[in-house]
């Protein structure tokens, strides 16, 4: 399955070096009104994403993000699995599902931190 060009840019905008181009990544990705939730931060507008970018980029340094599976989708949902890196080491892995909007940019990211967990 072929996957949406807006996750190339997000992904680019995590792994961007530079803080004055983190935006230009973000506004090919997101919507203007873009929410973000995962286990550490609920953010509501691309103003608010690109402030936890480089909040995340300031807490772990020199990191590597990256996709670690194939993407999976229907209905404008997609799902794929990625992890953080930095060294060498894996800091943290987790998946996300993102919803696009129409026209192909990422409305809603809701992540997830670690494995699913076993059946109790």
């Known amino acids: 399955m072929a996957h949406p060009e ?5 992904l680019a905008a995590w792994n961007e070096s530079n803080p004055a181009r983190v935006r230009s990544h973000l506004e090919k990705a997101l919507t203007a009104d873009v929410q973000f939730i995962d286990p550490s931060v609920e953010t509501n507008g691309i103003d608010e994403f690109e402030a ?3 909040d995340v980029q300031a807490r772990i340094p020199g990191a590597q993000y990256s ?3 194939g993407i999976d989708g229907h209905h404008r949902l997609y799902r ?3 992890e953080i890196s930095r060294g060498g ?3 943290l892995t987790g998946f996300d599902v993102a919803e696009l909007d129409e ?6 990211v809701l992540g997830f931190f670690g494995p699913l ?3 109790e």
């Open 6 to 10: 807006s996750f190339d840019h997000m």
């Open 52 to 54: 936890n970018v480089h």
């Open 67 to 69: 996709r670690t599976s």
């Open 80 to 82: 794929y699995s990625w």
């Open 89 to 91: 080491e894996v800091v």
């Open 103 to 108: 026209d192909g940019k990422v409305a809603r």
């Open 117 to 119: 967990p076993g059946d």
